[in-house]
């Protein structure tokens, strides 16, 4: 085993533990539950179901489905955009919703079927969000529907990010950065199991078998771990969208700790003058707007440096937005003799002017997330996927030490 992989291993050792210890409660009173993109189904002329073909996406909605009928949680926020290719008017969140309200509980007697269905059916499902376009929105669009719905302007109880298993280990990680203490990830797959459906994987994804493309799904994990913990700007932009002005102090706060922790001094200028405590003078709107500029993942649409028939930059406005901020951070980091990563490096490298031969599509991929350099093995982070499940099976066993579960039997005969 690597050190990384030991290092982090043994940290969420300690951090589940620390849980126990605390002796939280195993349910909870609001579910985020992940879209898995790129939206894409089956066709069907006889049926207006809508039948996602990720099997990822599949099995979030039918867990949330289950959260809700076995009373893991009250709430439900089905969160994502429309990230179809051919179905782009279809968002995430309309998907899983379509498929968790349509999931008969065949876990369940034939005669209890029906009722727990309506259960689901009926199940209080605050606004589906479908303006989540990354993990990060899934979390802090759930906690904008929720802080709406709380007296106080501000929700403080316990809340569960559902979603595939590969993605436990990053879930944690963002709810550790984002200050949620009340926080928790809810394994789809552990959920499925415990209520018996077992046999959940296809033959085959995209045309790959099961088990090549799921290797590749945590092969691409470790990278993305890596750039939450060490790359601001792979993370912060997305607080642009909180709301809530307590919750955004509250959010932002908790980052500048999280990567101080860490030792990472490279946070955005944007970052500055925040108060100690939250202070309702300040001007947050500037705060969201200042943090808005550096959503760079848009940039690949509009910073296109292509020229018309008159030989002249197309987008130039925003070329010369994206340059002037990239010359921003670099004086600003030189002021405060604050050393770059490597991945920031290339920051000094673009030019006063636009130049059509430079190439701004890589440092921009670049800064918003870098390559990987770290030691983890997918095999490693598979690890702490399942650790970072455990939780989610010591919740329902607590629950329901001895449920109902799903078998063929039962299957027939409805």
Known sequence: MSETGDQSIRAYSESSSEQREQKVPPTS????????????????????????????????????????VNGLTRRLIMSGFASGRKESDIPESTVLKDTAVRMMPTHLPPEDRVEKKQRAVSAEYLQE???????????????????????????????????????????????????????????????????????????????????????????????????????????????ANVKSDRRLHAMMKSLE??????????????????????????????????????????????????KDESGHFINSEDAQRFTGLIRELVTYFDENTIKLPWFYEGLREIPQMLNQTFDYESLRRNLFKHEYRGALTPDEYRQLATMAAADTTNRLTALHPHPSRYHRERRQES
């Not at 002329?45 to 073909?53: C, G």
């Not at 108060?275 to 993942?297: E, I, T």
């Open 29 to 68: 009173e609001a579910t985020v539950i992940c879209g898995m993109g790129p939206v894409d189904l089956k066709k069907s002329v006889t049926s207006a179901r809508l039948y996602p073909n990720s099997p990822y996406m599949r099995r979030n909605a039918q867990a949330a489905n289950l959260a809700s």
């Open 129 to 239: 969000d479908p303006e989540a376009t990354t993990t990060f929105g899934n979390i802090v669009h759930g906690l904008n529907k929720l802080d709406e719905q709380s007296p106080q302007g501000y929700f403080d109880g316990w809340i569960d990010v559902l979603s595939s298993q590969f993605h436990g280990p990053r879930i944690m990680e963002m709810l550790k950065g984002f200050g949620l203490d009340r926080g928790r990830f809810v394994s789809a797959e552990q959920t499925l199991a415990h209520f018996g459906y077992t046999n959940i994987n296809p033959r085959e994804v995209s045309g790959s078998p099961y088990e090549e493309w799921e290797t590749k799904v945590y092969e691409g994990q470790p990278v993305s771990l890596q750039n939450l913990q060490d790359n601001p700007l792979y993370v912060i932009f997305e607080l």
């Open 257 to 306: 700790q999280y990567y101080r922790e860490r030792d990472v001094q490279y946070l955005p200028p944007v970052c500055n003058g925040l108060p100690v405590k939250y202070d309702a003078s300040y001007d947050y709107g500037q705060l969201r707007a200042g943090l808005a500029q550096l959503n760079l993942h848009t940039l690949p649409r509009i910073y296109e440096l292509r």
